[in-house]
Each structure stands twice: as C-alpha cells, then as structure tokens.
C-alpha cells in the first residue's frame, strides 16, 4: 500500500543551523510529495510541494527534491530560525492524502 | 476568501455524551476530509467527501462516529456515545483540484476532551 515514512523526532537545533528532515515513501505510480509544517495550536498548511521526478518545491527557505530512484523527499533548509520550530509531515496524494508521522522541531537562539 | 471554518474550538465532555464537530469548507471545493490528531498515533484520515458524497470511511475508528455532508458548505463529524480514548484534535480540510496537485487547505481543528 501507498505509506510515508518520517525522520523520527523530535529535532534540537541551534538558530543557522543546517536542517535535514528525512522523508520515504511507497506508491504505486507517481505521486505528488508534499511538505506541510503546523505550528503550535494551529492546523496544518502547505510548505512545498513537488508534482513529478526531479522537480525542487520551495518556499521561506525550505526546500525538498522529488527523487524517484530512492523514493525519497527529505526537507532541508540551511539556516534555520527559531520561527520554523513546528511540526514538519511530509505527505504523498493518491486521491487521499496520506501522511507521515510527523518531526518536531525546535529551534534554540 | 475565508479559510476552513471548524467549530467548537475546544469542547469538553463527560464520557457517553454526543459530541458533534462541525466544519465550513471553503466555497468551491468539492472535496472534504476529516482527520484526527493524537500524540500516540499521529494524524489519521477519518474519512472524506467528494461533492457531498462519502468516498472512503475506512478510518472512521467504529460505529459511535459518524460523518455527514447535507450540502456543498457544512459536514458535521458526531461521536455517539463518546468514550476517554476519543480526545483528540479533529481537523477538517478541503481542497478543489481533481487531480493530484491539489493544496489541502485545513482548519485550526476541534480539541475534543472526554473525561
């Protein structure tokens, strides 16, 4: 069946610290990857996305490569702040969309 | 345009009383979800309506839940009765593509405690 796969967290990070947040998945076909982050008390919303192989989504810094031989979409961001501390899931859509588990992170000053 | 629209925001309950959750899709999206959010188990789809019309429930956890969609702009998520192990935050979600590029756009959800 189609799943998703998360880093487990939770992550601690210092402020301009480099972030990788890994992400597998299984699929039949070629899905769309996602990136949603929420943050503390609120729902989730949209970070990236990336709709076929090869493709980079980003916004606010972030960035993640849909890579089809190692069915992977790790997150990564290079300087980090302590406003990205949040919940990080990565997610595929097959009409539904299935999520990870979900990565804390928190980021220190 | 206003976002998905849930309520209540909080609510809390004695164990065996009905709980309804309510959510406001925004205009001109046709599809909507229901999920559950709890530390042990993460974020798990419930169920989801396509034009109003149930498509998968096979996450609706047993009978005591239930889902409704009456019209394009309300559905309504009840648990009958409800039990302790029920608390959770409930969110809604919509989206309009019909394909699979589709944002899902989601509400600031329904914390449900059930003492």
């Known amino acids: 069946g189609n799943s998703v796969t998360q880093m487990e967290g939770p992550v601690t990070l210092s402020e301009e610290a480099f972030l990788t947040i890994n992400c597998t998945y299984t699929?039949?076909?070629?899905?769309?990857l996602f990136w949603y982050v929420q943050y503390p008390g609120e729902g989730l919303q949209l970070l990236l996305k990336?709709?076929?192989?090869?493709d980079k989504g980003s916004n606010k810094g972030f960035e993640a490569t849909y890579r089809k031989e190692t069915t992977s979409f790790h997150l990564e961001k290079g300087s980090v702040q302590v406003s990205d501390s949040a919940v990080y899931f990565c997610a595929l859509i097959t009409g539904k969309l299935i999520f990870g588990q979900g990565t804390e992170l928190s980021v220190k000053p | 345009d206003a976002g998905v629209i849930q309520s209540p925001r909080h609510e809390v309950t004695e164990m065996g009383q009905e709980v309804t959750l309510r959510c406001k899709p925004i205009s001109g999206h046709d599809y909507l979800f229901w999920y559950r959010q709890t530390m042990m188990r993460g974020l798990e789809l419930l169920i989801y309506f396509n034009n109003n019309v149930p498509i998968d429930d096979s996450g609706m956890p047993e009978d005591r839940f239930s889902a409704k969609m009456p019209n394009a702009s309300f559905s309504t998520l009840k648990i009958q009765p409800s039990e302790p192990r029920d608390s959770a935050v409930y969110f809604c979600?919509?989206?309009?593509?019909?394909?699979?590029?589709?944002?899902?756009?989601f509400g600031e959800g329904s914390r449900l405690t059930v003492l």
């Open positions: 990336a709709t076929k192989a090869d």
């Open positions: 979600a919509s989206r309009r593509d019909r394909g699979n590029t589709g944002e899902l756009f």
């Open positions: 699929a039949t076909g070629y899905p769309s």
